[in-house]
């Protein structure tokens, strides 16, 4: 079953370019690995088989900021892990997004100290929080889901 028996003989598909860019951005995203706690357990069964985020194409976590444009942060981020991470933020192209997963990576959780930043919104822009302590792999596929929504509203003039 192919397009020419779904559209029939017209032979014609009109669309927009802001439209095919974003289909184009939500269908090949890579994350980034970024596990800093207990979260990175609940992200790594939602690559595993039973969840498999690669219907969504993230075959694979990218260990290199440069071929990443999904930073996921999973977990508690210490003070001396802060300039690491803002770092690997900056190495990633545009245009990136991050996901805070977790109470600790979105408002710093329990930890509440002088030696854990209360939130990952302190050190880059948050896109999409998770909550839960730790999250199901369920609502990090929900995350990847509102984020897709956002991608697809975005217009191209207002990236440039």
């Not at 890579?30 to 969840?51: H, K, R």
């Not at 260990?63 to 770092?87: E, F, N, Y």
Request: charged share 20%.
């Amino acid at each position: 079953m192919g397009v020419e028996q779904k559209l029939g003989d017209m032979g014609i598909v009109t669309t927009t370019l802001e439209t095919v860019v974003n289909w184009a951005r939500t269908r090949a995203m890579w994350p980034m690995l970024f596990g800093l706690a207990c979260c990175a357990i609940e992200m790594m069964a939602a690559q595993a088989a039973d969840y498999d985020m690669s219907r969504f194409g993230m075959e694979l976590m990218r260990a290199s900021p440069r071929q990443s444009d999904l930073m996921i942060v999973a977990g508690r981020v210490s003070r001396k892990m802060g300039p690491v991470l803002r770092r690997l933020y900056d190495q990633m192209p545009e245009p990136k997004w991050v996901i805070a997963m977790g109470d600790c990576a979105s408002c710093g959780g329990v930890f509440n100290n002088y030696a854990i930043h209360q939130g990952v919104d302190e050190l880059v822009p948050v896109d999409v929080y998770v909550a839960g302590c730790p999250p199901r792999p369920e609502s990090l596929i929900h995350a990847v889901v509102t984020l897709y929504e956002k991608v697809q509203a975005e217009k191209i003039k207002d990236a440039a």
